[in-house]
């Protein structure tokens, strides 16, 4: 099915994948929107309901960025720790504006986490704000990483703007090329950092190329108007909450809302209702909250409702086609990826997959023993990062062999492009032989205790390699209720989980990831708890 099939299907209009579009800096990006759109048009409301025009982005971005390029050199990443804001969009763009590099911090990884990230992006500085390290309650950490790096608040720079920074953002607002520096489309534009779901985080350099021709494929996926209204609740540290939450709407004329934390969903979908969002997005663990937060309606001004960063359950989408009439899609992505690899789309979504490759990403499937029907999938294209960086040589930009990114997922693709999610290879055990596919057992305890978490990892058997744990907040789960929900419904008696823990609650990153790190050592704990 080809995209003029779809976009006839849903009567929507496709615009075609350009990457010229993309041949320039996030920051010449901003003023071409604004030159498009209109530098009074609203850009930005905040979750104080404030308000940001274009303009406002521009001049208060220049003023920030020549105030805060004080002590740091070009190209330097500035690390930066803020909410999902308009404060965090301009610190992004006041710091690209004058040649350094936004480092993007976790602040939900933990010190050791961040002290990591600071060093392999050999970054100096951190950016934040006293107001979010009070309500978030992170004057501990603000410790420990002030024995790593130099914190600064956003609050005093705002206080100690001189007149020289209040000139350069004057005359920036008209004339930039006279102020800004001018970055190449292939130099670095940002650092994020993977997850760490399943080991130490690795840095993810992504150049102003990167991150346009992602929003350009997005585009050229999936219908946007400049009428929309999108919904953002997600990190800014997290990809999927930078380039389609943040910097997607900008550069498209779209309004976006945004919320500090996905985690109040009573408010969230209050403000959705009262904002009249036309695009929601989210994760699997957070919309699921929303769909039982509000009453009927509450939610009907939603238009698209695009999952992406862990697969979307047959339960979640049920429940909001039930109670809203709204049909979720579901999309794939990766932080190397800057993220949008795949999506469904309107008039195309077919369940069970993650849809369809953005235009202009080349992909390729490595044979993995044991699974029949799929293979690791590798890509390559223009949204694939320059290059990882790593803890053994910081600051520098290991280059992607031949430009081949190695997901570490494993995939199926059928004969119209839908790719469906096996899992990742770290995901999968050997249970005497045979390969068990641990997302295949957490979608088993899913089904039939739809209302709980869960979480499957494999530990080492002396007898059989592996053996499979089933750890799930349902106090009551029980082993004869998975065999039996498994032989009623044909799946394999290997699926089956050898143990099963029960505990409070399973441990999540600030994404909505399952931190699968902090439950294998829960569990090695507990079956050494057990053995003593």
């Not at 569990?523 to 053995?531: G, M, P, R, S």
Request: charged fraction near 20%; glycine fraction near 10%.
């Amino acid at each position: 099915m080809s995209l003029a099939t779809v976009a006839a299907a849903s009567g929507e209009e496709i615009v075609p994948f350009d990457i010229t579009r993309a041949e320039k800096s996030i920051f010449d990006a901003l003023i071409g929107a604004r030159a498009q759109y209109g530098g009074k048009r609203v850009a930005i409301v905040d979750g104080d309901e404030r308000v940001f025009s274009y303009d406002d982005l521009v001049r208060m971005s220049l003023a920030l960025g020549h105030a805060l390029k004080k002590g740091t050199r070009p190209g330097e990443a500035v690390g930066v720790m803020l909410p999902t804001s308009a404060g965090a969009v301009l610190t992004f763009f006041a710091i690209g504006a004058f040649g350094r590099v936004p480092a993007m911090l976790n602040f939900t990884a933990g010190a050791a986490g961040l002290k990591s990230a600071l060093r392999i992006a050999k970054a100096r500085r951190v950016l934040t704000a006293r107001r979010f390290v009070e309500i978030a309650k992170l004057e501990g950490l603000i410790a420990e990483l002030s024995q790593a790096a130099d914190i600064v608040y956003l609050e005093d720079v705002r206080e100690n703007v001189s007149l020289h920074d209040k000139a350069v953002a004057a005359i920036g607002q008209f004339v930039p090329s006279l102020v800004i520096s001018r970055a190449a489309h292939d130099t670095p534009a940002t650092i994020l950092f993977t997850s760490g779901t399943e080991g130490e985080p690795k840095g993810v350099a992504l150049s102003h190329r990167n991150l346009l021709a992602n929003v350009e494929q997005v585009r050229s996926h999936i219908a946007l108007y400049p009428t929309d209204v999108l919904f953002n609740p997600l990190p800014t540290f997290h990809c999927f909450g930078l380039t389609v939450g943040a910097l997607m709407p900008l550069f498209l004329g779209i309004k976006a809302v945004f919320h500090p934390t996905p985690l109040q969903p009573h408010e969230i979908v209050r403000r959705i209702k009262a904002s009249g969002a036309t695009i929601l997005l989210s994760t699997d663990t957070f919309i699921s909250q929303y769909a039982r937060a509000g009453e009927q309606g509450d939610l009907s001004s939603l238009r698209l409702s695009v999952c992406g960063a862990e697969r979307l359950r047959d339960e979640t989408r049920a429940l909001f086609r039930r109670k809203y009439a709204i049909e979720l899609l579901e999309g794939y992505g990766v932080t190397e990826a800057s993220p949008v690899v795949a999506a469904n789309q309107p008039g195309a979504n077919r369940h069970g997959t993650v849809g369809r490759l953005m235009q202009g990403i080349q992909s390729k499937l490595e044979f993995v023993e044991g699974i029949p029907g799929a293979g690791r999938l590798f890509i390559k294209g223009p949204n694939v990062m320059m290059g990882y960086m790593l803890a053994s040589n910081p600051g520098m930009i290991a280059a992607l062999p031949d430009g081949w990114h190695d997901t570490g997922d494993v995939v199926s693709i059928d004969e119209e492009g839908f790719i469906s999610i096996k899992g990742r290879m770290k995901r999968f055990a050997k249970v005497g032989g045979e390969i068990v596919s641990l997302a295949v057992v957490e979608n088993v305890a899913s089904a039939l205790w739809p209302d709980h978490a869960h979480a499957a990892i494999a530990t080492p058997d002396p007898r059989k390699g592996e053996q499979v744990v089933l750890v799930t907040t349902n106090a009551e789960a029980s082993r004869h209720d998975l065999v039996g929900w498994v032989h009623n419904h044909g799946v394999p008696e290997i699926a089956l989980p050898r143990r099963i823990v029960t505990v409070e609650c399973i441990p999540v990153l600030g994404t909505g990831k399952t931190d699968y790190v902090k439950v294998q050592n829960m569990v090695q704990d507990q079956l050494a708890q057990t053995a003593a």
